[in-house]
Each structure stands twice: as C-alpha cells, then as structure tokens.
C-alpha cells in the first residue's frame, strides 16, 4: 500500500512523524520547480515510489524520493554547465597527442613553440605529423580569382585540389606560392617562408626576412582546439575526405573572432593614428594566456632589433597605453600584424600567414581523428518553447 510504503521510507530515513515523510503534489511541483501534471508523470514512471498514483486521487509521495528527483536534476544543471563552460576555454573535452597550451605557449609533442622558432617550418610540421613528407613534390598552379592575399585563393586551391589530392608538402608550397601574385617567381624558393614572400612582394627575400616568417609560422602551427581546428576533427570524425576537413577548417578560419582578427589588429596598426583605448581592442585578446601571449612576446622580440626608432617607439607607446587602461598584453595577432607591416606586405597577409601555418596543426588533427573510432557528436540544452 502507498501508505505502508511512504512509512516504510520514512523509517529507512530517520522520520519518525508519517505526516513529514509524505507530501502532495503540488508541494512536491513546488519543490521541484514544475507543473503538477509533472508530478503525476513521475508518479506514473514508478520514479515516486511503487504504488504511487496520479491526479484525482489525492495522492502523497515520499518527500525523500522527491528530494532524490530534485538533487538529481541539480546536479544535471550543474553538468550542462560544466559541458557549457567547456566551449568557452573550459574543461577537456577529447583526448589529443599533438599540442598542450602551457602558460609559455603552445607545446608541440613535448617542445615548446617558442623553442623551435629557428627549426625549419617544414621540419615543425612533419613533427607535428608525426611522419616525414617529400618536400621535393611539386603540384600544377591554378587560376584564382583573388586580386589580394585572401583566405579565399586557399579556398579556391583546396576546392580544385578535390579532384586530385596532392601530397601535403606539395599542397603547402603550392598554397604559400599562391599567396600573392608572383606565383611563378616563388616557385623557385627553397622552403615555405620564402616561397610566400616571394609571391608577395616579387623579389628573393633576405635571410633574416625569411628567418622572421619562418618564426611566425611556426609559433602559430597549431593551438590545440581552437574553432578552425574542432571544425576539421568534426568533419573527420564524421569521415570526411581530408581535403573536405581543410575547406571546414578554412571556412571557421576566415571568422573575425579566429584567423581574420588579424585583419583587424593589421589595419589598427597601420593607421596613421594610434587608436584610443576604449574597450577591447584588436591584437590584445587575453585568450589562453592572461599573462600575455609568449608567441606573440617571441615574434615581437626577434623583430624589434630591426624595427626603426619610430617603430620602436609607436609599438612601445601602444602597448604602454593598452597595459595601463586594461592591464592586457599583445596578442600573437598584433605581432603578425606589426611584421607584415615591417615587411610591407599588402593588406590581408597577416591572416593569410596565419592560415597558411594554421595548415600543418590542421593536418595534424585530422589525421588523428581519422585514426580514432571516437565521433564528435556533443549534445545541446534545448531552451526554446
């Protein structure tokens, strides 16, 4: 009998008065924040008790089993805020072997990125892959219709790759020779970062020139599950052709809140005037590091011996100011931008650079989630009506 039953519970829980241990429906909708037909949905569903029965009969539930039900959705509250948070710089959420943020930056496979600024870009790359490429293959050019240096003629070139997929190394150089409009010229470079500027500025750069790339490159090679990169394990787990997973990773990379920041930070810092701190301003995105970003303290530290005086001291005038109005650091996205300017690249070169180092730590993660059995299928609060 549900009396007996509710007694029972009562007893098993240390309630010595019949009336405490039992309550009715709408005191228990009114503990668990529903409606009463909610109430006699549990009752029916036997999660109130056996015996325990719906509307039109007065019925009394066990308070502890309703005290069950509400602790149990608390505690689901607080999972689906913990799944949230993790969106958002939380919690883990899959299991990788190629990068870890430290608070001294991205750490490739165990080396920091920071630490390899004077290795190869090729030789970063194959690391992160974990497989050495020939880096000798050489694929046909392909007409685009970029007029500037644009994540687009990536985007152009991957597409008309589909039919037949190149080498990755072959794709790299073709896409860093691709870069700008001396596409021929730059095809006669000796390594990635000499190919791209050569294609931007159609002259063969100087060693030092090629060494600050090349850093560049490197530093920003990958960062373990940025937006671009969770979109190519996404279509990799859903076993999408590798290339199919690159357009992915392209199409979150041209975000203004990823890649195409540098846009933003490129044009502040070209401007004739140095901006007014109000609020957030480009280049200075605390992210993972609050305590500034070590690619960024890197890049800027290898350019400024070569910076002239008033560069020198435009730079040091910004970041003064944001520091004291905001307390931030620069962001690797300033330093891209403060180098392509440098360099006088064309406008756009920054992202462009910043995608085309983005390639390798892509690659990585596909070919991880190609080899995992896991798929990628998080799960959403529905909050609509």
């Not at 689901?76 to 001294?104: C, F, K, M, N, Y």
């Not at 599950?225 to 190519?232: E, G, K, M, V």
């Not at 910004?318 to 330093?335: C, K, N, Y």
């Amino acid at each position: 009998m549900p009396d007996e039953y509710a007694r029972r519970v009562g007893r098993e829980r240390g309630l010595s008065n019949q009336h405490e241990a039992l309550i009715t429906a709408q005191e228990a909708a009114e503990l668990l924040g529903v409606r009463t037909a909610t109430i006699y949905a549990y009752a029916s569903r036997g999660l109130l008790g056996p015996g325990a029965r719906g509307p039109g009969t007065r019925a009394r539930y066990p308070r502890s089993l309703v005290e069950t039900l509400r602790v149990k959705a608390a505690a689901r509250a607080g999972h689906a805020a913990v799944a949230a948070a993790a969106l958002r710089w939380g919690e883990p959420v899959l299991d990788s072997a190629i990068t870890r943020i430290s608070p001294r930056g991205p750490v490739y496979r165990g080396r920091r990125a920071i630490d390899l600024v004077d290795e190869p870009f090729e030789k970063v790359a194959e690391w992160l892959w974990g497989t050495p490429v020939d880096w000798s293959a050489r694929t046909r050019r392909v007409a685009t219709k970029c007029a500037r240096p644009s994540v687009h003629t990536f985007v152009e070139l991957v597409l008309a790759s589909a039919a037949r997929p190149p080498e990755r190394g072959a794709l790299l150089f073709r896409l860093a020779c691709a870069a700008g409009r001396h596409e021929v010229l730059a095809e006669r470079a000796g390594s990635i970062a000499e190919a791209f500027l050569t294609s931007l500025r159609g002259r063969r750069p100087r060693r030092e020139e090629v060494r600050w790339i090349n850093a560049a490159l490197v530093l920003i090679a990958d960062h373990e599950l940025n937006a671009s990169t969770f979109a190519a394990r996404v279509a990799a787990s859903a076993r999408a052709p590798w290339l199919d997973c690159l357009l992915s990773a392209l199409g979150a990379a041209t975000g203004v809140r990823h890649a195409a920041a540098c846009d933003a930070a490129e044009a502040m810092w070209r401007a004739k005037e140095l901006p007014v701190v109000e609020g957030q301003l480009p280049g200075f995105d605390v992210g993972a590091y609050p305590g500034g970003d070590p690619r960024a303290e890197r890049l800027l530290a290898l350019l400024r011996p070569s910076l002239s005086v008033k560069e020198r001291t435009r730079l040091d005038t910004l970041l003064s100011r944001v520091e004291r109005a905001t307390g931030q650091l620069p962001a690797v996205d300033l330093a891209f931008a403060v180098l392509s300017t440098h360099l006088r690249l064309p406008a756009g070169s920054s992202t462009v650079l910043f995608v085309l180092g983005r390639m390798a730590g892509w690659l990585a993660h596909i070919d991880e989630q190609l080899a995992s059995a896991d798929g990628i299928r998080p799960r959403a609060r529905y909050v609509g009506q």
